[in-house]
Structure formats: structure tokens, C-alpha cells
């Protein structure tokens, strides 16, 4: 799903070499955001390559259907989570699956989705708006005990504990409803020495994002079973945001080495210099890649 500045997809190169992508190449895109990585496999596996996009939020996979409108029948969008791919494909065995566990940039530049502190929004975070638990849920009804460990855990907030009885005084005097409402009560509560002048509220933020869009959940377990999918000698490449993610992929290709997977990555690829200059949203990405051997059970 890429975080990308002005739609530019992450590790693009780096993805497209790993991937392998050839001429009339299955390729399933499982987190198709705005379909910038998708574009460029189509490109890639031309004249008939084919592409299945997966995305949980139909407003940008509205966009990518757009942006996609050039490579007609090539081409099917679904909205669904990409854990639910093997159940998806139906058999079909794809010789690339790509995905980018990040949030998109319509996601976070656009204020009323709730996703960034930078801009006044409801306090929302679903990737999928038609179901689930808001961020404002999370904050106003927690107890606080868990509301710490939740920002501990998956936000490495050290200052958790701080943050969350902050947090619980405030919603006692009225509901904390916006972005810019929690931003200020994080800011406020948290230490003040943030490493690169990191916004004292990123890890609350990203902490609540995960937990609602349940995006470590089952992780690891989701990775082995669609990589499972594959064709023969077919390639499977993850691009993680965070170290939780980077470490799900990382234990999941374990796994699968076991399994008589080839691991292509012996540490994750980053972005160069030039690409997190052009687009500081990719700084923390991390590409993983595997491979399947000649025979698929």
C-alpha cells in the first residue's frame, strides 16, 4: 500500500528485481493502495501478464481502478484484506505476489480518514470505513492499564504509561474526538528527547493504527500460507514500515526456508539515500523476498 509522497511507490526497482516479473507473468498485488507498484508489473509482464489487486479500502482502490483503466482485462480489483488471498485466488497458482504493508498516501494526507496528526480530522484510522473500531473507540473506552500496553507494545513508546493517564484525565472532562486533540494530550505527556526529531505523538499514532486495522494479527501465519500460493520457482516480496511488520515477514521466511524456500534477502533492502531524499515517507521501509523451488504441493 505504499507510503508514498505524491503517489510514488516504495522500492519500486528493488521489488521489481526481486519479484522477477516476466512476460505473461500471474502477478497478485495484495495491498494495491494506488497502483503504483501494480503499473509497473503490468509494464513488466507485457503483452499478457496478468494482475490480481487486493486492497481493504474501496475509496483508493476506486483510484487504482483508475489509474489502472489502461491496462483493460489484465487487470481485476477486489476489496479484501490480503490475508484472505489463497481463499481469493481459488487455486490459481500466481508466479509473483507483492506486498507493501504500509499506509497509503491518500490515506494520510487526506484529514478526514483521521490516520495523521499533521492536520485536524475525526479520530478514525480504519482502512476499511464500513466496519470496525475507530481510534477514537480505542482512546475513549480502554482502560488505561491496556491502553499503555497497547501503545507499549505497538508503538515502543516508553513513555506509554505517561501517555495513557494523560489520555483517561482527559477523556474524563469531555471525549477525545480529534487528530489534533490527542496529538496535543501526547505531546504534552510524552518525554521530551525523541530520537530525529521524531512528533512526540508517531509512535501513539502508529500504535492505535495497528490496532484497529488489526494489522499484525495473524501476520506471520498469513505470509506462510500465501506464499504458499506460489507457482513453481515463483517469488513472494514484503515491504514492512515498522520492525514488528519487518520482524513478522522475517520469522515467517524462516518458516518457509524450512519448507524448502529460498530466502533472496539475507537482511531487508532499504531505500537509498536518493528515494528517502525524493520521498521521506520511505525511510523506514525494509523489502524481504522468497522463493519457491521448482516443485508447488
Known amino acids: 500500500m505504499g507510503s508514498d509522497a505524491g503517489h510514488v511507490p516504495v522500492l519500486l526497482a528493488e521489488a521489481l528485481e526481486l519479484l522477477a516479473v516476466r512476460p505473461g507473468a500471474l502477478c497478485v498485488d495484495g495491498t494495491v493502495g494506488l497502483g503504483g507498484h501494480a503499473a509497473a508489473v503490468l509494464r513488466a509482464?507485457?503483452?499478457?501478464?496478468?494482475?490480481?489487486?487486493?486492497?481493504?479500502?474501496?475509496e483508493t482502490l476506486a483510484a487504482a481502478q483508475a489509474r489502472l483503466a489502461e491496462f483493460g482485462a489484465r487487470?481485476?480489483?477486489e476489496q479484501a484484506d490480503y490475508r484472505d488471498i489463497p481463499d481469493r485466488l481459488a487455486g490459481e497458482r500466481p508466479d509473483a505476489?507483492?506486498?507493501?504493508?504500509?499506509?497509503?498516501?491518500?490515506?494520510?494526507?487526506?484529514?478526514a480518514r483521521g490516520f495523521s496528526f499533521q492536520a485536524e480530522?475525526?479520530?478514525?484510522m480504519r482502512m476499511d470505513r464500513t466496519e470496525g473500531t475507530t481510534a477514537a473507540?480505542?482512546?475513549?473506552?480502554?482502560?488505561?492499564?491496556?491502553?499503555?500496553?497497547?501503545?507499549?507494545?505497538?508503538?515502543?513508546?516508553?513513555?506509554s504509561r505517561r501517555i495513557a493517564?494523560?489520555?483517561?484525565?482527559?477523556?474524563?472532562?469531555?471525549?477525545?474526538?480529534?487528530?489534533?486533540?490527542l496529538a496535543d494530550i501526547v505531546r504534552r505527556a510524552a518525554p521530551r528527547r525523541r530520537p530525529g526529531g521524531l512528533h512526540p505523538a508517531t509512535r501513539t499514532f502508529q500504535a492505535l493504527r495497528i490496532r484497529v486495522n488489526r494489522?499484525?494479527?495473524?501476520?506471520?501465519?498469513?505470509?506462510?500460507?500465501?506464499?504458499?500460493c506460489l507457482a513453481p520457482r515463483g517469488r513472494m516480496a514484503v515491504i514492512a514500515f515498522h520492525s514488528l511488520e519487518d520482524r513478522a515477514s522475517k520469522e515467517a521466511f524462516r518458516e518457509?526456508?524450512?519448507?524448502?524456500?529460498?530466502?533472496?534477502?539475507?537482511?531487508?533492502v532499504r531505500p537509498g539515500e536518493d528515494e528517502v531524499r525524493a520521498n521521506p515517507r520511505s525511510r523506514s521501509a525494509r523489502l524481504r523476498a522468497v522463493a519457491r523451488e521448482e516443485a508447488a504441493g
Open 45 to 58: 509482464s507485457a503483452p499478457d501478464g496478468r494482475l490480481v489487486g487486493f486492497d481493504r479500502d474501496g
Open 75 to 77: 487487470v481485476r480489483l
Open 97 to 111: 505476489i507483492l506486498l507493501d504493508l504500509g499506509v497509503s498516501s491518500v490515506q494520510l494526507d487526506d484529514p
Open 121 to 124: 480530522g475525526p479520530l478514525d
Open 137 to 159: 473507540d480505542l482512546v475513549n473506552r480502554t482502560r488505561e492499564s491496556d491502553l499503555a500496553d497497547l501503545i507499549f507494545e505497538y508503538g515502543d513508546e516508553t513513555g
Open 165 to 181: 493517564r494523560a489520555i483517561v484525565r482527559a477523556r474524563e472532562t469531555k471525549p477525545i474526538e480529534t487528530t489534533t486533540e
Open 215 to 228: 494489522e499484525l494479527e495473524g501476520l506471520r501465519e498469513a505470509l506462510v500460507r500465501i506464499a504458499g
Open 256 to 268: 518457509l526456508a524450512r519448507q524448502g524456500f529460498s530466502v533472496l534477502t539475507r537482511k531487508p
